[in-house]
């Protein structure tokens, strides 16, 4: 069975405190991965695609990262607007017969402190 | 000027009832979807709309049904509301460029709660 698991499930940094989230994804055949984030009350936002091993891609303080069986979002000295929830998705091939459905993952849920 | 628009934000209904949630888009995209948030934060698809073409994930109970009047909009009507279908359903739509639609951009989201 296709699934996306996040970790941590939530991440308490102090202002400046870089770190990374992490998505692991198990799936028979990966057509993209995806970075959203999400705060509350908001539908998520997009930040990144990523479609191959190796791949990186970066915007201000985020940068994330793809390998064959997982992703990692690095915070560079995140600030407290950076605080929020980030998603992982992935789409797959044929997934519910649809060739641009996304599996999400539960999300870590981010805390940037000043 | 919103990208994606749901309304009602939300929705307070007793079991039983039937609900519309409507979605409209001003972005020109040509794929728009419905997805779930449950209680525990789990995002699932429900449904995406392409061209007049429905797909739709086989765990959806077939009381709820979308509706597409034209391209920009994507309504979700939910008969015989239980108290499982208390969620967040967020509209999303995304253009489809080749083999790869794109990213989703998402409404804000409506909170149903059935009592």
């Known amino acids: 069975e296709d699934q996306v698991t996040q970790s941590p499930e939530a991440l308490r940094l102090q202002e400046g405190e870089s770190s990374s989230l992490n998505c692991s994804y198990t799936?028979?055949?990966?057509?993209?991965l995806f970075w959203y984030r999400q705060d509350p009350g908001k539908g998520p936002e997009f930040l990144f695609t990523?479609?191959?091993a190796g791949e990186e891609k970066e915007k201000e303080r985020l940068k994330a990262t793809l390998t064959k069986k997982e992703s990692f979002l690095h915070i560079t000295a995140p600030k407290p607007e950076d605080s929020a929830t980030y998603l992982c998705?992935?789409?797959?091939?044929?997934?519910?017969?649809?060739?641009?459905?996304?599996?999400f993952g539960k999300g870590t849920k981010l805390s940037v402190k000043p | 000027d919103t990208a994606v628009s749901q309304t009602p934000k939300y929705l307070v209904t007793q079991m039983g009832n039937d609900k519309s949630i409507k979605c409209e888009q001003n972005?020109?995209?040509?794929?728009m979807y419905w997805y779930k948030q449950d209680s525990k934060k789990f995002l699932k698809i429900m449904f995406s709309?392409?061209?007049?073409?429905?797909?739709i994930n086989e765990t959806v109970p077939n009381r709820f049904s979308p509706k597409s009047p034209d391209k920009a909009h994507l309504n979700l009507h939910i008969n015989s509301l239980e108290l499982g279908d208390s969620a967040v359903y967020f509209c999303?739509?995304?253009?489809?460029?080749?083999?790869?639609?794109?990213?989703?951009?998402f409404g804000e989201g409506s909170r149903l709660t059935v009592l």
């Open positions: 799936v028979s055949g990966l057509r993209g």
């Open positions: 709309y392409n061209n007049k073409e429905l797909i």
């Open positions: 998705a992935v789409q797959v091939r044929n997934y519910g017969g649809s060739q641009g459905n996304l599996i």
């Open positions: 990523l479609y191959s």
């Open positions: 999303a739509s995304s253009q489809s460029r080749g083999l790869f639609p794109g990213e989703l951009f």
């Open positions: 972005l020109g995209h040509d794929t």
